[in-house]
């Protein structure tokens, strides 16, 4: 089709029109003139919404140390960049959903405070969980979880003194309190719903918790740059209509936020470039690997130079190699 196209255009520029009517009457004769016109009309359609994205004006170099947490769109990002050659530390408080418990765990870091007692307990599963982390610190022994998070509480302090890059992503502004002492919930780790209560975070909530931290991030790091996302996976349980209510609240968050830091737009990415339902995993709610890959792609362009691309290029393509397999004849 792109051979036929080509030597209609160069007839047109020869004005030889009768090579271009014997073009078209070897595309299909009478009949062929419609698909023909057709087929280059499609070719120049645009088939899906672009999103302009401004390149930013510092760029990440190769090998840079960049803390990755919040949502599990952040883990596949944190994974492509591990493959790609960063130094990156990916989600060490296990997959958090909403800015207040990522910044409750970046706190806490910052402080250098232990463990609270009261944020232990024992579940229903007889495993000992933490109500701050992740079900991935859950243990059968309490002192095992407890040196887990204290470790994990350390290295994760002294990373953000030398980090280059920040990446937080939201996925909800929707939290959830024990109701017997108010304490913030990161997982309910599958415990009765009746424990729990459920609040929806304020745009000015979010936006006054995390300046506060990032100016405190500053003052022990003052080279640290930050870029908020917005998790492109929508919370079924919620419910659509507040799934969308959800994410308003923290796309306007980041806007706020956005103004002393980065904003990548994934969320923009795949509603709007990618809505297809091919872009989506079998479950029709998180992206597939070509969506996430894509996205990552577009996040290149905008904070690496053709050097740290070639770079990731190259340390990707080290990785895939050592992950095959030679087939070993008995």
Not at 240 to 269: C, M, R, T, W
Request: hydrophobic content about 45%; proline content about 3%; aromatic content about 10%.
């Amino acid at each position: 089709m792109c051979v036929v196209r080509r030597k209609v255009l160069c007839a047109l520029l020869r004005c030889k029109v009768s090579k271009i009517v014997g073009i078209i009457n070897g595309f299909g004769g009478k009949n062929g003139v419609f698909s023909f016109f057709c087929s280059i009309f499609v070719a120049n359609m645009e088939l899906m919404t672009h999103i302009d994205i401004p390149v930013s004006e510092w760029k990440m170099e190769a090998g840079a140390k960049v803390l990755l947490v919040g949502s599990c769109f952040a883990d596949e990002v944190g994974k492509r960049m591990l493959r790609g050659g960063f130094e990156a530390m990916v989600n060490p408080f296990g997959t958090l959903y909403n800015p207040a418990s990522i910044a409750e765990n970046l706190e806490m870091c910052l402080r250098g405070e232990d463990c609270a007692d009261d944020v232990i307990f024992q579940g229903r599963d007889g495993l000992w969980h933490s109500w701050l982390h992740h079900s991935c610190f859950s243990s059968s022994e309490r002192e095992v979880l407890l040196a887990a998070v204290e470790r994990v509480r350390r290295e994760v302090a002294a990373f953000l003194k030398e980090a280059d890059v920040l990446i937080v992503t939201f996925g909800t502004a929707v939290i959830y309190r024990l109701k017997e002492d108010g304490m913030l919930v990161a997982n309910c780790h599958k415990m009765p719903d009746g424990l729990f209560e459920r609040e929806r975070m304020s745009v000015a909530c979010i936006v006054e918790r995390w300046r506060l931290l990032l100016e405190r991030m500053k003052g022990v790091n003052p080279k640290l740059k930050v870029v908020f996302t917005v998790s492109p996976i929508r919370h079924k349980r919620d419910g659509f209509h507040a799934n969308q209510v959800s994410k308003g609240i923290l796309l306007q968050a980041v806007d706020e936020l956005a103004g002393e830091h980065a904003y990548f737009p994934s969320y923009e990415l795949m509603m709007d470039e990618l809505r297809d339902y091919r872009f989506y995993a079998d479950d029709m709610i998180h992206p597939s690997e070509k969506a996430v890959e894509y996205i990552w792609q577009r996040f290149q362009d905008v904070y690496m130079d053709g050097r740290t691309r070639d770079a990731v290029a190259k340390s990707r393509k080290e990785w895939a190699r050592q992950q095959h397999r030679p087939i070993v004849r008995a």
